[in-house]
């Protein structure tokens, strides 16, 4: 299924020796263009590693597939993430975690269902399915609302009691995410296997790759995703500077859209065969994996390294994020959709990034 | 259908000539008392409007037809709020725009499932098209919300910022308009036309007004209004000192009462016939309307005159909105309405009308 | 149903001599042995009077009864609430109320929802009654948040107005809930008699209670809930500060637990039965109880005595019950829940607990 897309995306791999070029020898060009080499390197990367993760999936059966691809389906994001922590680019790092969300609820659910109803007139998909992961996805926007929520009215707290807040509030969305599998790897399975049967049918017509390529794939492909976000991380102040672009900017709409290129075209491609309950299970699926598993792994992690980092978004943030579930929840809760439903997700994209283009910088540290 | 109660709207005609005589001989009476005659003389004179436009909208068709009512189905406020814009009465303006919304969505809406639900134990109707024009809606309260959390945010932002945030936005809320047009007058036009029919068939029966009778009295109708609107919004500064009323409580509740009691009328109407569908089309129509068709071209023309308008609202209003839309959603989303539905529509109506009393004025000011 | 419990909870009634003893001989123990003695004998109590009203309602009809069950369900948080207030404690008064609805919502339907869903795959219910009940809430969340927003714009307000906004919110709660009694019990009683009659069948497995036996246990156990009240109250600052606890949280998380510990007993068994209906209605009828009629009484009450409270609540306070009436409609606005549903809504009551416990005292005055 994705092999239509392949040509297209795989011939953004010249941007990886491109960068590397421009990273050594810097005569070439300046950070801008690193930054922007490193990034579309990135895309063709991050769908191989998706690609290679659901062929170790496959072979290794539903349940510890399943598990496997709900926790590495967002790798390379997470790469990028960890990258940027450890240099500490924590605003950063926190607009790309509230950019994937609304980046996959508005911008990849968007274009999947204007796509799909403009060939179908209503597209059907399992409400209850729908249902279950929109309500998580909510509870997990709410959970991350609340540490901007203390922030704005405690008075006298320290910043060790925000991170502490914040490292409460990530160990419950772990533990959510572990119910959440539960749910759909285990006690409710049925609900979610009638269409990705249909996909790993269709995949079985596409080569499918070995364990042996598989785990080979996803080792070059990871090492690379990680050596383009030290790459893309190190250029970004410089490329943002020149750009004149925001920290919030760069971290909701650029980085976001980056990360997710590869579910993007998996997702639109299955509106358009009319499998739309997969594709708003990719679309939603990876918006959870990054505010229930990302999220957390990486308060988890700045706090091992002594940087902890904390979850107090700027209210836009919050606001758009909150914005988008809630209007995601309204489209898909009756469990059909129509064009006029992703023209309206595309339209609450272009007002969100609107609004994040003309927020001058460091606006929410008053 | 609306003869049975043009009677007694068309009685309100008489203030045409009061305020006339009030204007040019200031000696018969203050201006509050012309504010108020103003006042009344423009619910008759709407009702007149709408109705040749509909008259004109049958002999167009179904595409041009809906096309002209959709366009100028609000002409009566969209006039008043020109007149006041150029004025420069940007506080009462935007207060209507919102007032009009919140007006429509639990005052109109309320009392027309409450009237309907006193006859019938419940009401049912469409649920696709409820839903659709209820998500567009909450689209739309988002978007006007969207200026207020700039302004919350921003620090360092300059006036002309937030006009550019304004203007980009009501860009995208008129082709979100444009988008809803094509989706409700062509791609999926059978969702709509059940009812519509019937209530055009019971046009039929009262007096089909012709083309050039719809279009005469459209003139005239539109020629009154407008001077009405100059009377009207000429004295509402010293109506405003008199009764001791605040500018946000005069645009939010006093004006979207006055430009939408032709409206009004016909819903409730409809929903004593039975006829929820059509009820909810006009009273959410309308809000619509008024939120991605005459706001927009308020600010278009408030660039083009040079006194360019914002879309900040004060904090009050923009819960008032999200919260009516909320309750709205709520209630309409399962297709079926029943008489307690209508009563706590009106108790939401009624607790933002204390809200808006006991606000002090310029409040938002500081 | 509730005689499985009854061992457990009347054991707890060994609390009710020790807590005498604590307050008479202080040598015997601190204020805060005696305010734990005093909170773990309200809970029995709070049982008792619960079943003394249903005893009695049932010997009234299903109209008068209905009334007195709606009116002295929440009896004991009641007694608290206004031996707390004439003490001046309004903070946790008005923590109690916001708690109380949380609680409800959150822990007894999580609860409730988790354990049912262990037993059933799905557990349906009557999806017209749920939403009526939910939207109700909604309409109450908003309803309570208005206060807050008013606080927060109005510049130059004084406490007078404030106090005049609320009695006039109060006034308008007290009426939509003479509507939902009059919707449940007159005009749509149909749509809640089908599973309350099984519940009442089983009472009468259960011995029944005679008037007398009633009204003899209803004095009885009131008395008994007001001495401890005054015990609680009388001891609720010294045990805070011992306990290093706030006034909001003691009030939203403490105080509102013990006050439902009965209901809550009832919600889970009926839950665990598949009468999902019932345990639903039990919890947010709760819910709506507090935010409808307790609150509004209280309101007037402290106007009677001369001590006016307003509704003006924390920020985070607002926050916590508007998201957890949301979550609930998204939960149960489909007519079914899982037990995944009720995991997320101990989530997020987790979530909201840690935000409560880290907030720092005081933090609403700045």
Not at 127 to 155: G, Q
Not at 280 to 302: D, M, N, T
């Amino acid at each position: 299924m994705k092999s239509l897309l392949k040509p297209s995306l795989n011939s953004l791999l010249i941007f990886v020796p491109v960068a590397v070029v421009l990273r050594v020898w810097p005569q070439f060009g300046n950070k801008t263009a690193l930054f922007i080499c490193s990034c579309l390197a990135v895309v063709p990367l991050a769908g191989w590693m998706g690609r290679a993760t659901e062929g170790l999936a496959e072979h290794l059966g539903h349940g510890v597939g399943g598990l496997l691809n709900a926790t590495f389906g967002n790798a390379a994001e997470l790469i990028i993430a960890l990258m940027a922590l450890s240099k500490g680019l924590t605003g950063v790092v926190k607009a790309s975690i509230t950019g994937s969300i609304i980046g996959n609820v508005l911008l990849v659910m968007g274009v999947s269902i204007l796509a799909g109803g403009m060939k179908f007139r209503v597209q059907r998909f399992n409400r209850t399915a729908a249902r279950t992961s929109t309500t998580t996805l909510t509870l997990a926007a709410v959970a991350l609302a609340i540490p901007t929520v203390f922030h704005v009215t405690a008075v006298g707290w320290s910043q060790a009691t925000e991170h502490k807040l914040s490292l409460a509030i990530a160990v419950v969305l772990f533990i959510t995410y572990a119910c959440l599998l539960g749910f759909e790897l285990v006690t409710h399975k049925q609900l979610y296997v009638g269409e990705p049967m249909d996909g790993r049918e269709e995949g079985k017509e596409a080569r499918r790759w070995s364990v042996s390529k598989s785990l080979f794939l996803l080792i070059v492909a990871t090492s690379l995703v990680a050596l383009m976000s030290e790459f893309l991380v190190g250029a970004v102040e410089a490329a943002r500077a020149t750009l004149g672009l925001t920290e919030v900017f760069v971290g909701v709409i650029v980085i976001a859209v980056i990360g997710n290129a590869a579910e993007h075209s998996t997702a639109v491609m299955m509106a358009m065969k009319n499998k739309m309950g997969l594709s708003l299970g990719i679309a939603v699926g990876s918006s959870l994996q990054i505010a229930l598993f990302v999220a957390p792994v990486l308060i988890f992690f700045s706090c091992l390294v002594g940087q902890p980092m904390d979850l107090e978004f700027t209210l836009p943030e919050v606001v758009a994020v909150i914005v988008a579930v809630y209007l995601l929840f309204q489209i898909n809760g009756d469990g059909e959709t129509n064009w006029l439903e992703g023209a309206q997700l595309l339209s609450l994209y272009l007002i969100l990034g609107i609004l994040f283009f003309y927020l001058p910088e460091r606006a929410h540290e008053s």
